[in-house]
């Protein structure tokens, strides 16, 4: 399958539902452009991890087909190690591996550089080479806005740029695209090796943990107030 956009969508339980899985794994939806469902993304995390860490704890995402329930196949494991954040210090920076599911190979990994100003990450290859860069707006680290662009940079002197991940909740015509900010979209070049865009796809998770964690958990907890 040739792809050259990818939505992911964070499936929130709705009513008492909600108030239940407050300290639950994370699931998403993979989808693409034309709106088919194509993976699940399964998190697999310690209840200690999700009720005392919150979006600092570590995790892997399962990455299932969409298929028939007796002949899914799961093709990717996403894991990311436990960190912390900080505006103004480069300690315990985030790093996410991605890795085949059926063989167990490295594809690739995300490295957050430290940068007071904005969030900055490298993406590399699986022999640790950086391929491509992200880099997101200035001052969202700190001040967490409803919007976000982050812009996927070729590497080099003359960097360019190949592609985005936005998500974004503050107009109506957002929402309307993007679900009312449960919904990732990300674009790249559709002869991008596949490796790389398993790590981009990867990407999306991470930053949904990094700067909408919090966001997410107070609409759960809305939708269970409204619902009572």
């Known amino acids: 399958m040739r792809l050259d956009r990818l939505f992911v969508e964070h499936e929130l339980p709705a009513g008492i539902e909600a108030l239940r899985r407050l300290d639950n794994e994370r699931r998403y ?10 993976y699940s993304a399964i998190e697999e995390s310690s209840a200690c991890g999700r009720c005392c860490l919150g979006r600092h704890r570590d995790w892997d995402f ?8 007796t002949d899914r196949r799961e093709v990717l494991r996403i894991a990311r190690s436990r960190r912390c954040e900080s505006c103004f210090f480069p300690c315990c920076l985030q790093e996410m591996s991605v890795y085949d599911s059926a063989s167990g190979e490295l594809l690739g990994t995300l490295a957050q550089n430290w940068n007071a100003l904005r969030p900055s990450f490298s993406v590399r290859d699986a022999y640790g080479e950086p391929v491509l860069g992200l ?7 700190c001040c967490g806005p409803r919007e976000l662009d982050f812009i996927i940079n070729s590497t080099g ?33 559709v002869d991008l090796d596949v490796k790389i865009k398993a790590v981009l796809l990867g990407a999306c998770f991470l930053i949904d943990f990094m700067y909408f964690e919090d966001n997410d958990n107070g609409r759960r907890r809305n939708n269970h107030r409204s619902c009572s």
């Open 29 to 38: 939806r993979v989808t693409t452009a034309e709106g088919e469902h194509i």
């Open 62 to 69: 399962h990455l299932v087909e969409q298929r028939p329930a």
């Open 135 to 141: 880099k997101g707006p200035l001052h969202l680290r």
């Open 157 to 189: 002197k003359q960097q360019s740029s190949v592609g985005v991940i936005t998500k974004k909740w503050s107009s109506d015509l957002a929402r309307s695209f993007f679900k009312d900010g449960q919904s990732i979209g990300i674009g790249f070049p």
